[in-house]
């Protein structure tokens, strides 16, 4: 019998060594919030991909919407994971979670995890924080801002979080399209290191954002790349899926039968112009996002027939034409356009 123990031993090693490597991500992220909005988000790219696990690098980044958003990297741990969210969600701010990370590792190995952490205060305004542990790969590191958090390890070096952070801050428009920007700023031959001769920044990617009103798992943005053919370059192919999903003329025709009326008066736009739907059912609720002509959404909400206000201000207060769609049920029942003067 004592003949199998040292198989029964060396078995056991292999079988805890190949776990830890399955949960290795190594990688580049981004989490940030809109302090205007309420929006909380993540975006990351990582050479790991489906092939090693489910979802590729989109395990590390999940959103709590309203409350903040935690990226766990580097040997990621679904129970420290789950752990950070409880703890968020509790009401701890970003440095009491990462702390409560630090001194309860799930595995007691604090210094092969990396986290970046984003969370609003009671007054709504950005609190960030980030840990890199000590033995991540190296270049490792992490930068933090007002509203972000931007971490990586087994990077080409230390210009990769530089030009993220870059890209972000320089980057017009909505969170999602800074978060875009910044993953563009790591879009180089090896930002991962392990995919420098493959000529690509990494095999799988994503971004995600969250409106305050989503619910957790149903987010306002979620694109995933979860793997890419040899020398595909995943960022680009995120890019072109986040530009359609941007566009709001790739959407359904309106079917007649699901068609209601909508009355905007007065329009153009004053502080007092009300969105009414005439034939409104009760089937389900209904959901208008508003548009500018770019393409970019500016609003969003449920429609309430008590008091559905359309103000220049809550339009950030530009003048121009503005397009909308109403949807019930996940349907396309109206959609059209209004005018705003300043």
Known sequence: ???????????????????SILFAQDTFSIVAVDTETGEVGSAGASCLDENQIDGGVSIIGKLYPGRGAINTQALWNPINQENAGNRLLEGMSADEVRSWLINNDAEDNRRIRQYGIVDFDENGQARTSAYTGSLTSPYKGHKLGDNYAIQGNILLG????????????????????KLMAALQGANVSGADTRCLEEGVSSRSAFIRVAKPEDTEENYYLDLVVPITDFGEEPIDVLQTEFN????????????LSDQV?????????????????????????????????????????????????????QLKGKSGV?????????????????????
């Open 1 to 19: 019998m004592k003949l199998y123990q040292p198989f029964l031993l060396v078995s056991i090693i292999l079988f805890l060594f190949s776990t």
């Open 158 to 177: 230390p210009e990769i979080l530089d030009s993220m952070e870059v890209r972000f801050l320089q980057a017009e428009g909505s969170l999602a399209e």
């Open 244 to 255: 359609e999903w941007l566009n709001p003329t790739n959407v359904p025709e309106l079917n």
């Open 261 to 313: 009326q909508i009355n905007i008066h007065p329009n153009p736009i004053t502080n007092e112009s009300v969105l009414e739907i005439v034939n409104a059912n009760k089937i389900a609720p209904y959901i208008i996002q508003i548009f500018d002509v770019s393409g970019i959404e500016i609003q969003k909400f449920y429609y309430n027939a008590n008091d559905t206000r359309l103000t220049p201000k």
């Open 322 to 342: 503005y397009l909308y769609q109403v949807w019930q049920q996940d349907k396309l029942v109206a959609k059209g356009d209004f005018l705003v003067e300043k």
